[in-house]
């Protein structure tokens, strides 16, 4: 299905790189008209970052760019051209919402903050979202989503046991807690504005946004005094507790024993009666202080066998086990995957047909469509014309002044 | 008698009470709000049947002023015995730390869905919701009966795998979902088992993705008169949340892996420095960090600065390697010796290279930014603590329309208020003596 949702609702869009368009894709998949608003001189970062088709770059080619830029509008504008603001401007003034994820004054001094903006459009809606927040003592901070991990406890608790901090192995924080926060609370100013006729400001730091998801480990801190020292992949509640290791190359099997029934299937799974008999190892408390031993059970069990075969064993006695999956297994083989037909086919006109993930639900029992991303500069003309009413000769002088890129 | 609190409590959805700290006053989120009735989600039930991957989702609504009730069977939902509990806070029908979070500004009542008549009361209580969330159990016929129930409404339902497909009755976890959903395998070091992201992430992130779609589908709702069933699976979202691991292997064949070996700068990591970790991002992309390093280790005289001026450290693929990785960690740990956490972080801010100190929880309440923008509140937990830190708003919005109103709520808390105010509201459709009690 192609949801139409949100159709009337359009965005002036400034966001860039990572987690900026990640918060706004989410619009233009459900009928949302996003204008991306870019430069080519200095495009999105992502445009020139990769990966690209068959390796050879091209600014229409990032599959990254690709994968957050779904169904967007592109519209290739020079910021930094003084002459660009009427224009922009005149945009604005047809725009629900103004999203941008510069650092702290950056809009502002392309004239583009929200109190320069909210007088041109009063029941603007505004999400910008630095990544500490529009103001205090580090609010000029640069970083990427590994440094919002760092600051917000995630990377520290994020390692192998009795070892250094190594944190998620992607910038985490970019892909999930901060755009899709951010998605929430531009809905939810709709909404309000909808009910009181406000607009609203957004301001999404993202370190604070992400110390959220980090919640369980912040109020257990303040309710006990300690916190939980490193695990890897350990659970200070339960064990067995891990990834465990298969047989063939670099092969993982996570599994996880969360009560004593669990331990019972998965010794009847591994056909070892003695350790379903051994006493001490009947209660979570007694599997905890005996871990090392548990775990060799475990591994030496697990060794001999498939990833898939692991899992599928004591997924039959209900035992909580899943395949460690790498992109190859997820986008080939994951049959439920698969079976959802999560992965969509979006042609393009200089990629080709290239794999996708679909939002990641179905909604009324069918997928979301996902629509092509956008060459850059490719509704610049449309939108000047039929959003502004430009006539080809501004259009024509515009380009020629170097607004328009 | 408890009913007429209740009503009252009801038109004043704008209250503040659950011990916000008082500085926190002086922030407009958190002060009185003057337009009473109008926060963003004002007026909208949420029916909780969330145990865990959707319990931040509902929290989400009822935190910009959605009526959540939890439902929960008698003896309470498993999500309040989910560790670190204690055994005296379950028993005055309190949860442990999990549940005070995950279930702050909700409400509860019990209702036993194992009986015909508890399950009456449920489809009584949907018919006056605009939104239900729900994590059913295997077989347990719970969404049917919801689905059942006329009126225009948003259903969300969140299960670790979908509800369709030869996964759906697999049993879960969060190192299990993380790992199906492929994020295990793009964390921790080569040579070593891969590694789960700390914090029960995939709840947060199967909420954050059933919030947001969820909101969009109410949207529709309500403009077109359209009801919506959305079903979440939590392994999809951390699929969807790889970063540009799907891309990479479909345009270019290769599997992104731990450690970042092909993908990854050789600054891109934690080191250690005097008194703990830094983390450093300075890849040739990042040119003002880089350059600021180098200037940085030139003027300190440090003696690794020629190596790191040599043309291979001008190769973008070839500081990708682990060899790179191997030779620059030594540089930067030797260099970062006799530096603190602290001085790092003003010659990052002032240098404008990307490098952060890594920190502990505890850290946390510390962060000259964190205090600066008064970001912790405290709020009293019941069973946990009378004055708790808990994260403040996600997002800091200029309408006061985001708030903590109330801690989590006892089991059965808000029975009269729901159940009895419900039954009143709709004649005969529910007898409130009929249903189990806790």
Known sequence: ???????????????????????????????????????????????????????????????????????????????????SRETLYAIIRQSDIVSNNFGPGAMERLGLGYDDLVRIKPDLIYLSMPMYGEDGPLAGMTGVGMTISAVTGLMAATGYEGEGPLGPGTHFPDHAANPYHAAFAVMAALRHRRATGRGMKIDLSQVES??????????????????????????????????????GEDSWCAITVLDDRHWQDLCAVMGDEALAADPALKTEAGRLDSVDRVEAAVSAWTRGLSAEAVMAACQARGVPAGVVSTSRRLMQ????????????????????????????????GERIDLKRPPLIGEHTDSVLADLLGYSPERIASLRATGVLE | ??????????????????????????????????????????????????????????????????????????????????????????????????????????????????????????????????????????????????LAVPGVRVVTVITPFGLTGPYAGFAASDLVVQALGG???????????????????????????????????????????????????????????????????????????????????????????????????????????????????????????????????????????????????????????????????AEALKRKIVMAPVASIADLGADPQLLFRRFFQTVAMPGIGSEVTIPGAPYRLSEPVWAIDRPAPRLGEHDAEVLGRMNQGHPGRADPAGRASA
């Open chain 1, 333 to 364: 083989d994951d049959p439920q995957l698969r079976h959802r037909d999560y992965w969509q086919v979006v042609d393009h006109p200089e990629i080709g047909p290239a794999r996708f993930t679909a939002p990641p639900f179905r909604l009324d």
């Open chain 2, 1 to 146: 008698m408890q009913d007429d609190a209740a009503r009252a409590a009801e038109l004043r959805p704008e209250r503040h009470q659950a011990g916000a700290h008082p500085e926190a006053g002086t922030h407009p989120e958190a002060g009185a709000h003057p337009y009473p009735g109008t926060r963003p989600y004002a007026g909208i039930r949420v029916i909780d049947l969330t145990r865990l991957y959707g319990a931040y989702a509902t929290r989400l609504f009822a935190d910009l002023g959605a009526e959540v009730i939890r439902v929960e069977p008698p003896g309470g939902g498993s999500d309040r015995r989910l560790p670190p509990a204690t055994a005296g806070a379950l028993a005055a029908g309190q949860g442990g730390v999990p549940f005070a979070f995950l279930a702050l500004n909700k409400k509860s009542v019990v209702v036993d869905l194992t009986t015909p008549a508890g399950r009456d009361i449920l489809k009584a209580l949907v018919a006056t919701a605009a939104v239900v969330v729900v994590e059913p159990e295997a077989e347990d016929g719970l969404l049917a009966d919801i």
């Open chain 1, 1 to 83: 299905m192609t949801p139409d949702f949100l159709a009337g609702i359009r965005f002036a869009d400034f966001t860039w790189a990572g987690a900026g368009p990640f918060s706004t894709k989410i619009f233009s998949d459900f009928g949302a008209e996003v204008l991306k608003i870019e430069g080519v001189a200095r495009p999105d970062p992502v445009r020139v970052g990769g990966p690209f088709k068959d390796g050879v770059f091209g600014i229409n080619r990032s599959g990254y760019f690709a994968s957050r830029n779904t169904g967007k509008k592109s519209v290739a504008i020079n910021m930094k051209n003084p002459d």
């Open chain 1, 210 to 247: 992400t110390i959220n998801c980090m919640g369980l480990a912040v109020v257990e801190a303040a309710a006990t005094g300690r916190e939980q020292p490193r695990l890897g992949n350990r659970s200070p509640h339960h064990a067995p507790h891990g990834v465990f290791p298969c047989a």
């Open chain 2, 183 to 345: 994020i295990v395998w793009l964390s921790g070091e080569p040579g070593k088992p891969p590694l789960k992201i700390a914090g029960e992430q995939s709840l947060f992130v199967a909420s954050l993705y059933a919030a947001a779609a969820t909101a969009i589908a109410l949207w529709d709702a309500e403009t077109r008169g359209a009801g919506h069933v959305v079903d979440v699976s939590a392994q999809e979202c951390i699929a969807h949340s790889l970063q540009n691991a799907v891309q990479v292997f479909d345009l270019e064949g290769r599997v992104s892996t731990r450690g970042g070996e092909g993908t990854r700068d050789a600054t891109e990591s934690a080191f250690a420095c005097q008194d703990g970790w830094v983390f450093l991002a300075a890849p040739l992309a990042l040119q003002a960090s880089w350059s600021g390093l180098l200037a940085w280790m030139k003027e300190e005289g440090f003696d690794g600065h020629a190596a790191l001026t040599s043309a291979p450290w001008q190769d973008r693929p070839r500081r990708t390697t682990a060899a790179m990785k191997a030779e620059f960690k030594v540089l930067i740990e030797r260099f970062l010796a006799d530096k603190t956490k602290a001085r790092c972080a």
